[in-house]
């Protein structure tokens, strides 16, 4: 799960760069996708961190 919590985190790092671009650009379409990727992905990274622990226990 370590593994799985780090390229979450990273796919929701990127999407909040993307949120920030879109805004820039005045592009509604990447902004809501760019945000829905970030509140989904951002989810998952914070319960399996909160579900494993960190450092992921393997018990």
Known sequence: MNLLMVIFGLVTVLAVIGTIQAFKEKN????????????VFGFFTVMTIVNQGFPPSLH
């Open 28 to 39: 509604v379409l990447g902004v809501l996708f760019n945000f829905g990727t970030f509140a």
